[in-house]
């Protein structure tokens, strides 16, 4: 298994194995957990990457500093934070209007 593998959320795997995504959980047991311990039997912390919030807060809080506020939209962040999806966001964020403000009291840089 390569170690690129974990950077690979379902929707690639499943195709890839020749499944749908809502089959290969089913697949798994319902849950990721055989496809995660899979990956640490080769050596990999499935984990490894930082939370789907922290992510988006930190793509936004970049978005914001190099380009302004009106550029940190959800679909941004989605692309920008690699692995989120659009619907995740308004999940975590609780809609469009979080995500700015959570962005908001993040360390950035200032784009002045």
Same mark, same amino acid.
């Given at each position: 298994m390569s170690k690129l593998t974990v950077n690979y959320g379902v929707r690639w795997i499943a195709p890839v194995a020749g499944i749908s995504?809502?089959?290969l959980p089913r697949r798994l047991?319902?849950?990721?957990?055989a496809l995660n311990? =899979? #990956?640490r039997?080769?050596?990999?912390?499935p984990r490894r990457a930082a939370p789907a919030r922290e992510r988006a807060v930190a793509a936004a809080a970049e978005l914001i500093a190099e380009r302004g506020l009106g550029s940190a939209t959800l679909d941004?962040? =989605? #692309?920008a934070a690699a692995d989120c999806s659009l619907s995740s966001?308004?999940?975590i964020f609780d809609?469009?209007?979080g995500?700015?403000?959570?962005a908001s009291t993040a360390t950035t840089r200032c784009p002045i």
């Amino acid at each position: 298994m390569s170690k690129l593998t974990v950077n690979y959320g379902v929707r690639w795997i499943a195709p890839v194995a020749g499944i749908s995504r809502s089959t290969l959980p089913r697949r798994l047991g319902g849950t990721r957990t055989a496809l995660n311990e =899979a #990956v640490r039997q080769a050596g990999i912390d499935p984990r490894r990457a930082a939370p789907a919030r922290e992510r988006a807060v930190a793509a936004a809080a970049e978005l914001i500093a190099e380009r302004g506020l009106g550029s940190a939209t959800l679909d941004a962040v =989605a #692309v920008a934070a690699a692995d989120c999806s659009l619907s995740s966001l308004h999940t975590i964020f609780d809609g469009r209007e979080g995500l700015p403000a959570a962005a908001s009291t993040a360390t950035t840089r200032c784009p002045i």
